[in-house]
T-cell receptor, first 114, second 111 residues
Framework: AQTVTQSQPEMSVQEAETVTLSCTYD???????LFWYKQPPSRQMILVIR??????QNATENRFSVNFQKAAKSFSLKISDSQLGDTAMYFC???????????FGKGTLLTVNP | NAGVTQTPKFRVLKTGQSMTLLCAQD?????MYWYRQDPGMGLRLIHY???????AKGEVPDGYNVSRLKKQNFLLGLESAAPSQTSVYFC??????????FGDGTRLSIL
């Protein structure tokens, strides 16, 4: 069974600074995807970034980037130049198996302070 | 393009009542999912469907039933609501190897 662990229940960062959220997972599969989703107070689930396991290059989307360590099964999210609008719950998610069911971590509540 | 639409957005039920949550997607996605979100638990998969007419159990299926009679719709039913089913419910859909798109959620309270 797949498991996803986010070891930081809460984090805070000052506006304009950089923060890294950690995620580890366990799987026996070789080819897979990993996702980070953001859930702001509006409760919407918004895709932040996606990483394909077969790609060695870390994914980047504007201020968001990942540090993907396949051997260590680690998938951390780095947010640069943090903005107040980044305040949200962040979930790491792993779609396991042929049915693409997502297994979610329990989330990290990030607060960006002015 | 509406994406994934969930109805209703809020509902209060009494213990023992039944209800159906509706999820509709207009992206022609094969896969659809129902999750529940509880504080400190993240999202947990209730049931899912890999195509019209097919459904399967997820991580926490007890007390729920689902149907996928049409490709664009995925219904979640509670036959006899219990206070433990108080939660926020999310529907999602996806195509193969693509991220899931989520609805805005349904907040359900069981008294």
């Amino acid at each position: 069974a797949q498991t996803v662990t986010q070891s930081q229940p809460e984090m805070s960062v000052q506006e304009a600074e950089t923060v890294t959220l950690s995620c580890t997972y366990d799987t026996s599969e070789n080819n897979y995807y990993l996702f980070w989703y953001k859930q702001p107070p509006s409760r919407q689930m918004i895709l932040v970034i996606r990483q394909e396991a077969y790609k060695q290059q870390n994914a980047t989307e504007n201020r968001f980037s990942v540090n993907f360590q396949k051997a260590a099964k680690s998938f951390s999210l780095k947010i640069s130049d943090s903005q107040l609008g980044d305040t949200a719950m962040y979930f790491c998610a792993f779609p396991g198996g042929s049915n693409y069911k997502l297994t979610f971590g329990k989330g990290t509540l990030l607060t960006v302070n002015p | 393009n509406a994406g994934v639409t969930q109805t209703p957005k809020f509902r209060v039920l009494k213990t023992g009542q039944s209800m159906t949550l509706l999820c509709a997607q207009d992206m022609n996605h094969e896969y659809m999912y129902w999750y529940r979100q509880d504080p400190g638990m993240g999202l947990r998969l209730i049931h899912y469907s890999v195509g019209e007419g097919t459904t399967a159990k997820g991580e926490v299926p007890d007390g729920y039933n689902v149907s996928r009679l049409k490709k664009q719709n995925f219904l979640l039913g509670l036959e006899s609501a219990a206070p433990s089913q108080t939660s926020v419910y999310f529907c999602a859909s996806s195509s193969q190897n693509q991220p899931q798109h989520f609805g805005d959620g349904t907040r359900l309270s069981i008294l």
